[in-house]
């Protein structure tokens, strides 16, 4: 089991930042990627970004790419989401997740999520 928990989120204005963070324990040797999705009322959850832990790679939907930047902090079994030029679109509850496996793009791909974090972007 991994346990997930989120923190950083808020409320900020439109142009404003926040910084997200996601810290794992339990069996972390076991993770492969961790992913950021986002839901908003109303919407399915969607994907936001994701590592890959043994690669470093990193992956954006389109509309963050240049304002969102995933990272992640081996030691601390932490992985971050720098959100900056935030717009009110981006208002959701964000929630980190684990795949033991690969990097994805699916939410159903994921193994574990945490609880989420409020972010609300004011116009």
């Known amino acids: 089991q991994v346990q997930l928990v989120e923190s950083g989120g808020g409320l900020v204005q439109a142009g404003g930042s926040l910084r997200l963070s996601c810290t794992a324990s339990g069996r972390t040797f076991s993770r492969y990627a961790m992913g950021w999705f986002r839901q908003a009322p109303g919407k399915e959850r969607e994907f936001v970004a994701a590592l890959s832990w043994s690669g470093g790679s990193t992956h954006y939907t389109d509309s963050v790419k240049g304002r969102f930047t995933i990272s992640g902090d081996n030691a601390k079994n932490t992985v971050y989401l720098q959100m900056n030029s935030l717009k009110p679109e981006d208002t959701a509850v964000y929630y980190c997740?684990?795949?033991?496996?690969?990097?994805?793009?699916?939410?159903?791909?994921?193994?574990?999520w945490g609880q989420g974090t409020q972010v609300t972007v004011s116009s």
């Open positions: 997740a684990v795949n033991r496996w690969y990097v994805s793009e699916e939410p159903h791909e994921y193994d574990y």
